[in-house]
């Protein structure tokens, strides 16, 4: 190993890894150095660091966040809205951004989670697929070819290149689609030691959705979106076969109220049910996740018997250019996760682990929100647009999924 790579091990704690170089092959002593000098230790060290602080017990004001009902709009509003925002898109100022770049873990498919295939009423049908039949009647409303980004992870791109390739981006105009990759950090067990995986290279995982902000400014998009003047861009999951990610009377919405973010929402089922939900906490918007919003505010009702946090968040945003730009600069928060993972032990055996044994650290897309004093929210109907495959079975799973977009395809034929 190079003097450099050795002092930058000891700087940060991590000559364990030095330990593991009788095992290696020239050529795999080289990939190892390149990987260490491409990784900011500075940050993961900062970051690790955040798992040891006591949870914040700062006083948090939360307080109920204004949101528009669709349902309550007079058809009159709407196609005021609704116009608004068509004339954007249709003069090419809206994209898309699918977010692709997860492990779908919970699903236990294995492959990109967007390669998952579901039997509905149209027949048997890939995510992807349904991604882009939805894009393609926006485009056909709107009388253009929307411009298509799907973030992948290091893990999953070339798989999802591939299987696009092959099924010819499902006849979506190839050259509007582009796919990038988000970033990674390393997994470290918990003295904040990096581990190695099974090509003897430290082993690294994606950086959460909320890494989108920094890879579309690595890879060049953002720039990119400047060059074409897209101005308002839609970011949304892979895993919701109802999303309505081109949204004229949102962007129509979010231009009325002068708001540079907005994103959509549904009504909780009841207190109890596990979906964030909008608020503000000490004025500013934000995203609580249901485990981190007390019960007594969860049970809170207004006086039209509505709970007062009812907002849930079902990851559907539009965000203009400008704070893309703004939080290509930000570093958003890790939230640390302990999960188990396998690792290459020093005598080189490759060994699985029984229990949760390293750190994976994850930036949250909407944890950006609470640094604008306001964003527009708009609450849509569930069973129109909110149908997640996460499960494997039970709740939001493939079978719930097609039961959703079975009856929205039917009620559409009606
Ligand atoms: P989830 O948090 O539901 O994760 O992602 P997941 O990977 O799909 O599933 P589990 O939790 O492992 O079972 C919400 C959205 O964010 C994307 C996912 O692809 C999904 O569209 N995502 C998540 C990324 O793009 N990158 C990430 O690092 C994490």
Same mark, same amino acid.
């Given at each position: 190993?190079?003097?450099?790579?050795?002092?930058?091990?000891?700087?940060?704690?991590?000559?364990?890894?030095?330990?593991?170089?009788?095992?290696?092959?020239?050529?795999?002593?080289?990939?190892?150095?390149?990987?260490?000098?491409?990784?900011?230790?500075?940050?993961?060290?900062?970051?690790?660091?955040?798992?040891?602080?006591?949870?914040?017990?700062?006083?948090?004001?939360?307080?109920?966040?204004?949101?528009?009902?669709?349902?309550?709009?007079?058809?009159?509003?709407?196609?005021?809205?609704?116009?608004?925002?068509?004339?954007?898109?249709?003069?090419?100022?809206?994209?898309?951004?699918?977010?692709?770049?997860?492990?779908?873990?919970?699903?236990?498919?294995?492959?990109?989670?967007?390669?998952?295939?579901?039997?509905?009423?149209?027949?048997?049908?890939?995510?992807?697929?349904?991604?882009?039949?939805?894009?393609?009647?926006?485009?056909?409303?709107?009388?253009?070819?929307?411009?298509?980004?799907?973030?992948?992870?290091?893990?999953?791109?070339?798989?999802?290149?591939?299987?696009?390739?092959?099924?010819?981006?499902?006849?979506?105009?190839?050259?509007?689609?582009?796919?990038?990759?988000?970033?990674?950090?390393?997994?470290?067990?918990?003295?904040?030691?990096?581990?190695?995986?099974?090509?003897?290279?430290?082993?690294?995982?994606?950086?959460?959705?909320?890494?989108?902000? =920094?890879?579309?400014?690595?890879?060049?998009?953002?720039?990119?979106?400047?060059?074409?003047?897209?101005?308002?861009?839609?970011?949304?999951?892979?895993?919701?076969?109802?999303?309505?990610?081109?949204?004229?009377?949102?962007?129509?919405?979010?231009?009325? =109220?002068?708001?540079?973010?907005?994103?959509?929402?549904?009504?909780?089922?009841?207190?109890?049910?596990?979906?964030?939900?909008?608020?503000?906490?000490?004025?500013?918007?934000?995203?609580?996740?249901?485990?981190?919003?007390?019960?007594?505010?969860?049970?809170?009702?207004?006086?039209?018997?509505?709970?007062?946090?009812?907002?849930?968040?079902?990851?559907?945003?539009?965000?203009?250019?400008?704070?893309?730009?703004?939080?290509?600069?930000?570093?958003?928060?890790?939230?640390?996760?302990?999960?188990?993972?396998?690792?290459?032990?020093?005598?080189?055996?490759?060994?699985?682990?029984? =229990?949760?044994?390293?750190?994976?650290?994850?930036?949250?897309?909407?944890?950006?929100?609470?640094?604008?004093?306001?964003?527009?929210?708009?609450?849509?109907?569930?069973?129109?647009?909110?149908?997640?495959?996460?499960?494997?079975?039970?709740?939001?799973?493939?079978?719930?999924?097609?039961?959703?977009?079975?009856?929205?395809?039917?009620?559409?034929?009606?």
């Amino acid at each position: 190993m190079e003097r450099q790579v050795i002092e930058i091990l000891e700087k940060y704690g991590q000559e364990h890894i030095l330990n593991y170089l009788k095992l290696l092959s020239p050529q795999e002593e080289k990939n190892l150095q390149e990987q260490i000098l491409k990784i900011d230790f500075e940050n993961l060290k900062n970051i690790y660091e955040g798992t040891k602080n006591k949870a914040n017990i700062e006083e948090k004001r939360i307080e109920h966040i204004h949101y528009t009902d669709k349902e309550k709009l007079t058809e009159a509003e709407k196609n005021n809205l609704e116009e608004i925002g068509k004339q954007i898109i249709s003069s090419g100022h809206y994209a898309v951004i699918t977010m692709a770049g997860g492990q779908g873990t919970r699903l236990g498919h294995s492959g990109p989670k967007g390669t998952y295939i579901l039997n509905t009423v149209n027949g048997p049908k890939y995510l992807f697929e349904i991604i882009v039949d939805t894009l393609k009647v926006a485009c056909q409303k709107c009388e253009v070819t929307i411009p298509w980004y799907i973030m992948t992870s290091r893990e999953n791109h070339e798989e999802t290149l591939n299987f696009l390739e092959k099924h010819n981006y499902f006849e979506y105009d190839k050259n509007k689609v582009k796919l990038f990759m988000q970033g990674e950090l390393p997994l470290v067990d918990i003295k904040g030691k990096v581990i190695l995986d099974n090509e003897k290279k430290i082993k690294e995982a994606a950086d959460g959705n909320g890494g989108i902000y =920094e890879a579309i400014s690595k890879n060049g998009i953002l720039n990119e979106m400047k060059q074409n003047q897209i101005d308002w861009v839609f970011i949304s999951n892979i895993d919701n076969i109802l999303s309505n990610f081109v949204d004229p009377l949102l962007l129509g919405l979010t231009i009325k =109220e002068n708001q540079k973010i907005a994103a959509k929402s549904v009504a909780k089922a009841n207190a109890q049910e596990k979906i964030g939900v909008f608020c503000k906490v000490n004025g500013k918007a934000k995203i609580i996740e249901y485990i981190d919003l007390p019960q007594e505010l969860a049970n809170k009702k207004n006086e039209q018997g509505e709970l007062l946090f009812g907002e849930g968040n079902f990851g559907n945003y539009l965000l203009n250019r400008s704070v893309l730009d703004d939080l290509a600069k930000t570093k958003l928060p890790y939230h640390a996760a302990f999960k188990k993972s396998d690792y290459l032990a020093e005598n080189g055996e490759y060994k699985n682990s029984e =229990e949760p044994n390293v750190y994976k650290f994850e930036a949250f897309i909407f944890d950006a929100f609470e640094r604008y004093d306001n964003i527009t929210i708009l609450r849509v109907k569930r069973e129109d647009e909110f149908a997640p495959v996460k499960n494997k079975e039970g709740v939001d799973s493939p079978q719930t999924a097609i039961e959703l977009y079975n009856a929205k395809v039917v009620k559409s034929r009606l």
